[in-house]
């Protein structure tokens, strides 16, 4: 299983900036897909950004211009650049990974990080 750490978060006042990071580890691996889902108090986790293996990313509309995913394949970490943070962007950022393994025939799995906690508030 391919393990999954963020860091990054923290207290931020609104319009301030964070960058989110997750870095795995665990082994070779063919990526599918990599992704940021946040969750905010008594809300339903939400996907926030995604980038596939091809570098095509996506985003929630509530962050699109704001919001930046990228990733350094060398280094096998995931960023999430966030600007213009609003108090609504208050949330527990979970890291998402989609990928494959080979032993006989391909398998596909996810793995997920532990969360880091984003506050905007003044």
């Known amino acids: 299983q391919v393990q999954l750490v963020e860091s990054g978060g923290g207290l931020v006042q609104p319009g301030g900036s964070l960058r989110l990071s997750c870095a795995a580890s665990?082994?070779?691996?063919?990526?599918?897909?990599m992704a940021w889902y946040r969750q905010a108090p008594e809300k339903q986790r939400e996907l926030v950004a995604t980038?596939?293996?091809?570098?095509?990313?996506n985003y929630a509309d509530s962050v699109k211009g704001r919001f930046t995913i990228s990733r350094d394949s060398a280094k096998g970490t995931l960023y999430l650049q966030m600007n213009s943070l609003k108090p609504e962007d208050t949330a527990v950022y979970y890291c998402?990974?989609?990928?494959?393994?080979?032993?006989?025939?391909?398998?596909?799995?996810?793995?997920w990080g532990q969360g880091t906690q984003v506050t905007v508030s003044s």
């Open positions: 998402n990974l989609q990928y494959s393994r080979y032993d006989s025939t391909w398998t596909t799995f996810t793995s």
């Open positions: 665990g082994g070779i691996f063919r990526l599918n897909r």
């Open positions: 980038i596939t293996s091809g570098g095509v990313t």
